[in-house]
């Protein structure tokens, strides 16, 4: 009998709930919960630093040129020097002569670039590709190298003028431009071209060559091939590099100091010669925010004709 209710005993033990853990008191610990999710930082903590440093290095700079610009040497804060700077005929010339030195080398650039990056793109010919690939190594270049370039070529002393002086045995060379604004001109155009080179290589790469070849084998001739063809896909390729080479030189500063054209004032150097020269900051600083405020402005429509033409 014993034996026979054996099985039964250890089928109940079997059965049993397990016994649940009790503290040192006797209590029977909570069960715990799920995991709370970790907190997430604000997105705008992580933009604070980036915001600090350029408020440090580019902001308080700024604000402080714009301060000075309205604190005339006579103490206080007026707008005086505004008046003065606008009403000066060197603020007037230097502001013309941006305007069209800018403008020029723009349009220089972009017909130079347009018709040289078209020969690399559509024309085969032996290094093609070493010739693009320099165009990216030429956008790293300083301005004032390709002026230096520039003045051992065409200087008074330079390779042309030694060579007409050894063959005509003149005292003088006739390259004689380059301390005038036509030399800057030229200057600009050679340094920038590559600056709308670039993207119209780009734009041209994705052109269907399938469409030069059925267009050639309708009998169209290379004019219209162009104008029709090639031009419309350029369009954006031209209007972002052109914004971008016109806002570069309103900006330039080292092609006219490395020139030596005493007779080109543009406003970086009306800046230079009022802050370094002349020791009228507040005059300089009204400059300053003027070409700021030129930059800023194109610049902002260098944007908005990028997103349009979807460059």
């Known amino acids: 009998m014993a034996s026979a209710a054996h099985p039964v005993a250890s089928d109940i033990t079997a059965t049993k709930a397990p016994r649940r853990r009790t503290g040192p008191s006797g209590a029977v610990p909570p069960k715990a919960g799920p995991r709370e999710p970790a907190r997430r930082v604000p997105a705008f903590v992580w933009a604070l630093p980036p915001v600090a440093v350029l408020a440090l290095v580019f902001l308080y700079p700024l604000a402080l040129v714009v301060q000075q610009s309205v604190s005339p040497d006579e103490g206080g804060t007026s707008i005086a020097p505004y008046g003065d700077v606008f009403a000066s005929e060197s603020f007037r010339s230097a502001l013309t002569t941006t305007v069209w030195l800018a403008a020029g080398s723009t349009v220089g650039c972009l017909v130079l670039g347009f018709v040289l990056a078209m020969i690399i793109a559509f024309v085969p010919f032996p290094g093609g590709r070493a010739v693009a690939k320099f165009i990216d190594v030429f956008l790293s270049f300083p301005s004032f190298l390709?002026?230096?370039?520039?003045?051992?070529?065409?200087?008074?002393?330079?390779?042309?003028?030694?060579?007409?002086?050894?063959?005509?045995?003149?005292?003088?060379?006739?390259?004689?431009?380059?301390?005038?604004?036509?030399?800057?001109?030229?200057?600009?155009?050679?340094?920038?071209?590559?600056?709308?080179?670039?993207?119209?290589?780009?734009?041209?790469?994705?052109?269907?060559?399938?469409?030069?070849?059925?267009?050639?084998?309708?009998?169209?001739?290379?004019?219209?091939?162009?104008?029709?063809?090639?031009?419309?896909?350029?369009?954006?390729?031209?209007?972002?590099?052109?914004?971008?080479?016109?806002?570069?030189?309103?900006?330039?500063?080292?092609?006219?100091?490395?020139?030596?054209?005493?007779?080109?004032?543009?406003?970086?150097?009306?800046?230079?010669?009022?802050?370094?020269?002349?020791?009228?900051?507040?005059?300089?600083?009204?400059?300053?925010?003027?070409?700021?405020?030129?930059?800023?402005?194109?610049?902002?429509?260098?944007?908005?004709?990028?997103?349009?033409?979807?460059?």
């Open 146 to 311: 390709i002026t230096l370039a520039l003045l051992f070529i065409y200087g008074n002393v330079g390779m042309a003028n030694g060579v007409w002086t050894d063959l005509t045995g003149a005292a003088d060379g006739p390259f004689d431009f380059l301390t005038t604004p036509w030399g800057v001109l030229l200057a600009e155009i050679t340094y920038f071209t590559p600056f709308v080179m670039r993207p119209l290589l780009a734009a041209f790469s994705q052109l269907d060559s399938a469409q030069l070849e059925v267009a050639s084998s309708l009998g169209a001739k290379p004019a219209r091939i162009v104008r029709q063809v090639i031009l419309p896909e350029a369009l954006p390729a031209l209007a972002a590099g052109g914004s971008l080479v016109l806002v570069m030189c309103l900006n330039e500063f080292g092609i006219v100091l490395f020139t030596g054209a005493k007779g080109v004032t543009t406003l970086p150097m009306l800046v230079y010669s009022k802050a370094i020269l002349e020791s009228d900051y507040p005059a300089a600083c009204v400059v300053a925010v003027v070409n700021i405020a030129i930059s800023v402005g194109l610049y902002s429509l260098y944007r908005m004709v990028s997103r349009r033409v979807g460059a």
